[in-house]
């Protein structure tokens, strides 16, 4: 079973960088798709990024076009998020998720099924 972990979270003030990481176990993250997904306190969870199965095409939520980031390495296991210009309502619980392979999720990642159990941004002075 495919195993997901982020780390890279923290605290952090506005206008600053973060770089989160989901490492990958029992599995490959080669040809899923890959997302991920953010929380805050009191609203509900919704998508920050989405990267397809070829890596060819990627989405990003219209709140943190041009400051995020959504990348993969294959022979690493591991996907990242970039994040930068980081703004306080930038603040939540980050996710990252995967489907099954060689599926196709559209464009927002829409019902991956694996997923870790978060890492924590607070951005704030």
């Known amino acids: 079973q495919l195993q997901l972990v982020e780390s890279g979270g923290g605290l952090v003030q506005p206008g600053g960088s973060l770089r989160l990481s989901c490492a990958a176990s029992g599995g490959t993250l080669d040809s899923r798709a890959i997302g991920w997904f953010r929380q805050a306190p009191g609203k509900e969870r919704e998508v920050v990024a989405c990267i397809t199965i070829s890596a060819g095409s990627t989405y990003y939520t219209d709140s943190v076009k041009g400051r995020f980031t959504i990348s993969r390495d294959n022979a690493k296991n591991t996907v990242y998020l970039e994040m930068n210009s980081l703004k306080p309502e930038d603040t939540a619980v980050y996710y990252c998720?995967?489907?099954?392979?060689?599926?196709?999720?559209?464009?927002?990642?829409?019902?991956?099924?694996?997923w870790g159990k978060g890492t924590l941004v607070t951005v704030s002075s």
């Open positions: 998720a995967a489907g099954n392979r060689y599926i196709n999720y559209g464009p927002k990642c829409a019902g991956l099924r694996y």
